[in-house]
């Protein structure tokens, strides 16, 4: 934790700079935590701007020291997570979504990454069967529809896959994800009414 209101003060001020000043931000939290080793404060925000100029091992292994410091910072474990993601290491994602998870067993959100962290690592009939068990409580998820889909894709599961997207779509959509996977599959014709849900989904995105 920072350890005067001073500290504080200037932390707050690197958190509001800009892209253009980002080499700044992480030389002033370089320089504070040669000083507060410990500062977990600290140490989030710069993997925050390690993350913002896609220095995405520099901000796992910043996240990973928070962690040593305090295993129960799930803040920076999420963040941890995110970072993982963006290298592609399913494994130990799915470790750390676990953690999480042991601590929170129904956030949606790190049901959805584990979901799709299984697909990632390659085991994909456990990502079928995870996907199948949390659809059955939750059916009305849009993002778990996602993940779901896309296992059957790699699994050669091809209506199924189709149906798992429609049914995201259906939920929400405007969710472009579920858009994309079905124009990835590159054998899925859009009906008409497919394209004025998209050009009115643009719309609402700006």
Not at 80 to 86: F, G, S, Y
Not at 174 to 203: C, H, M, Q, S, Y
Request: hydrophobic share 45%; aromatic share 8%; net charge negative.
């Amino acid at each position: 934790f920072a350890s005067s209101i001073k500290d504080l003060k200037m932390l707050e001020l690197v958190s509001a700079l800009g892209m253009d000043q980002i080499d700044v931000a992480g030389n002033m939290l370089r320089e504070f935590l040669s000083i507060h080793r410990t500062d977990l404060t600290a140490l989030q925000m710069l993997a925050k701007v390690y993350v913002r100029v896609n220095q995405f091992e520099a901000a796992e292994e910043t996240l990973s020291h928070a962690l040593e410091i305090d295993p129960s910072f799930d803040a920076a474990r999420r963040d941890k997570v995110a970072a993982l993601r963006q290298q592609m290491k399913s494994d130990e994602e799915l470790r750390e979504l676990d953690i999480l998870l042991e601590n929170d067993p129904e956030n949606r959100e790190y049901r959805y990454h584990k979901g799709a962290a299984l697909s990632a690592a390659g085991k994909l009939q456990e990502a079928v069967q995870y996907c199948e068990l949390l659809l059955k409580d939750e059916p009305g998820q849009p993002r778990l529809w996602v993940a779901y889909a896309y296992a059957l894709r790699i699994l050669g599961q091809q209506d199924r896959c189709v149906t798992a997207f429609r049914e995201a779509i259906k939920l929400d959509p405007d969710l472009g994800e579920a858009w994309w996977g079905l124009a990835n599959l590159k054998t899925v014709r859009f009906a008409p009414e497919d394209i004025e849900t998209v050009r009115k989904a643009l719309e609402r995105a700006g």
